[in-house]
Nanobody, 123 residues
Framework: QVQLVESGGGLVQAGGSLRLSCVAS????????MGWFRQAPGKEREFVAA????????YQSDSVKGRFTISRENAMNTVYLQMNSLKPEDTAVYYC????????????????WGQGTQVTVSS
């Protein structure tokens, strides 16, 4: 089992930045991919970014490429999502996920989820 706890959400003005953190505990993460997804009211949960734990390769959706960066800190079992140049359309609950990540952008590829953290971007 893997337990995931997100933090770092909040209210920010358009153009601002936030950094989300996801601390993982439980089973070793070496074989897992870690992902960030988000869900806005009335919309489907969508892929934001993912990182392969072993090797560190990263992937982002087109909507956040160039603005969001996913990274990891092995010693702390923590994955981060640095979000810059935030837009009102980035407003959503952001979820951390762990799984096989095959394929990376599909939520069904992740078997473990955090409780989510709210990000609100005002215009």
């Amino acid at each position: 089992q893997v337990q995931l706890v997100e933090s770092g959400g909040g209210l920010v003005q358009a153009g601002g930045s936030l950094r989300l953190s996801c601390v993982a505990s439980g089973r070793t993460l070496r074989t897992y991919a870690m992902g960030w997804f988000r869900q806005a009211p009335g919309k489907e949960r969508e892929f934001v970014a993912a990182i392969i734990w072993s090797g560190g390769s990263t992937y982002q959706s087109d909507s956040v490429k160039g603005r969001f960066t996913i990274s990891r800190e092995n010693a702390m079992n923590t994955v981060y999502l640095q979000m810059n140049s935030l837009k009102p359309e980035d407003t959503a609950v952001y979820y951390c996920a762990a799984g096989t990540g095959q394929p990376l952008g599909v939520k069904n590829a992740y078997g473990y989820w955090g409780q989510g953290t709210q990000v609100t971007v005002s215009s």
